[in-house]
């Protein structure tokens, strides 16, 4: 435990793979989704001869999109069943409660 006290990023996530797996793969979505914005602002100018062109790139677009919310399921159903199966820390006892003859 002593790499959550580092206040060496890479060092952090170096110790947690899959946390630095998704955020890699949201970087990767949103630049693929600014790169297809960007082409689709050029596309704008050739008129109907880019509608193939569009149609494809609208298709990979719904495709990265529902990859997108795949993964984000995936890592919420892997979060939740971490939690479940690991608690955290105990909370302390309870004091006892007062007798009644006191």
Request: charged share 10%; net charge positive; hydrophobic share 50%.
């Amino acid at each position: 435990m002593k790499h959550l006290q580092t206040r060496n990023p890479f060092l952090y996530f170096w110790h947690h793979p899959r946390r630095t797996g998704f955020i890699i793969f949201n970087v990767i979505v949103l630049l693929l989704l600014a790169g297809w914005a960007v082409a689709v602002n050029s596309l704008s100018d050739d008129g109907i001869g880019a509608l193939p062109n569009l149609m494809l790139g609208y298709t990979g677009i719904a495709l990265v999109a529902v990859g997108w919310i795949v993964g984000w399921i995936a890592w919420a159903i892997m979060v939740t069943s971490r939690h479940a199966r690991h608690p955290g820390p105990a909370a302390p006892p309870a004091p006892p409660a007062p007798r009644a003859d006191q």
